[in-house]
């Protein structure tokens, strides 16, 4: 997503959350939502975001960069 490659996470954020409700149950879209809050240091927010990754696919790996995940535990 170029957004995020140009370090525009509001952009990207806005980009995810439609994603999101066009395919609620994808949990990537919820990991990746979780990096993008993670990077604007909004860590209670993203760590929600994880949890709600976690909750569509109990069985998936973090997808999200280490140091975001991390924020999480």
């Keep these: 997503m170029a957004a995020i490659n140009d370090k525009q996470y509001d952009r ?3 980009l995810v959350r439609q994603a999101q409700k066009q395919q609620p149950r994808e949990a990537t ?3 990746l939502e979780g990096d ?5 240091k909004q860590y209670k927010s ?6 709600r990754a976690v ?3 109990p069985h998936s790996s973090p997808t999200g960069s ?8």
Excluded at 36 to 40: D, E, P, Q, R, T
Excluded at 46 to 51: G, I, L, M, Q, R
Excluded at 67 to 73: H, L, P, T
């Design 12 to 14: 990207a954020l806005s």
């Design 29 to 31: 879209f919820y990991a």
């Design 36 to 40: 993008l809050l993670a990077h604007k």
């Design 46 to 51: 993203a760590h929600s975001a994880y949890d």
């Design 55 to 57: 909750q569509k696919n």
């Design 66 to 73: 280490s140091a975001a995940w991390s924020a999480r535990n």
